[in-house]
């Protein structure tokens, strides 16, 4: 059975600050997806990780992935209110012929002025 | 492009009736369509997969009669929730994708169900 870990599931830090969300997971996997979702609202694609090493980098974030240990990252650099937001990583597998996303539990990020 | 919307987006009604929500590909052939369940604070549970003219196939523990899933086209899946009960209150999410294989999920905006 596919388990996607995230920590921490809660995280408060100031503006201006740097921290790291974890995401690992515990079989081999096809993809792996970063999400962002603000309460109320649908999940928005921040970034997909398609092999090892991979590196993408959005503004403020930035995600990698390492196969051999089953690890994902997302970096934030100097945090401001607006990334404020619950994370998502997701990691698909293919399984009899269909295909899953299996979502970790979520990083609420609160980022205080 | 690879745009979907869900339909409604909030819904409150009586408990007993039966409620359907809409999830449309609008600019992409979506062979497979996925239904997503989110508890509050919590993270989203699959549902369901449909691919499109054929039968959902349904994670553990959902129940197929209640939670009825019709993907007649390649744009088009329904969600139907039958005699809902407030246990059944819940944020519900469709994807879509072109099919298995290197094809990404794309996200509708979600359905907010409320069972009074």
């Known amino acids: 059975e596919l388990k996607v870990e995230q920590n921490p599931l809660f995280l408060s830090m100031q503006e201006g600050k740097n921290y790291t969300i974890y995401c690992n997971y515990s079989t081999t996997s096809d993809r792996l997806y970063w999400y962002r979702q603000d309460p109320g609202k649908s999940l928005e694609s921040l970034f997909v990780?398609?092999?090892?090493?991979a590196v993408k980098q959005e503004g403020r974030l930035m995600a990698s992935l390492d196969t051999k240990a089953r690890l994902s990252t997302l970096h934030i650099t100097a945090a401001v209110h607006d990334l404020s937001a619950t994370y998502f990583c997701a990691v698909d597998k293919i399984w009899g012929g269909s295909e899953k996303l299996v979502f970790g539990k979520g990083t609420k990020l609160t980022v205080n002025p | 492009g690879a745009v979907v919307s869900q339909h409604p987006s909030r819904v409150i009604c009586k408990s007993g009736t039966s409620v359907k929500i809409e999830c449309r590909s609008l600019?992409?052939?979506?062979?497979?369509m996925f239904w997503y369940r989110q508890f509050p604070k919590k993270s989203l549970m699959l549902m369901a997969t449909s691919n499109e003219g054929s039968k959902a196939t349904y994670e553990q523990g959902v129940e197929k009669d209640k939670f009825l899933i019709n993907h007649a086209s390649l744009t088009l899946s329904t969600l139907t929730v039958t005699s809902a009960h407030p246990e059944d209150s819940s944020f519900y999410i469709c994807s879509a994708s072109r099919g298995v294989g290197n094809q990404p999920q794309h996200f509708g905006d979600g359905t907010r169900l409320s069972i009074l």
């Open positions: 600019d992409f052939q979506a062979t497979t």
């Open positions: 990780l398609l092999s090892n090493g």
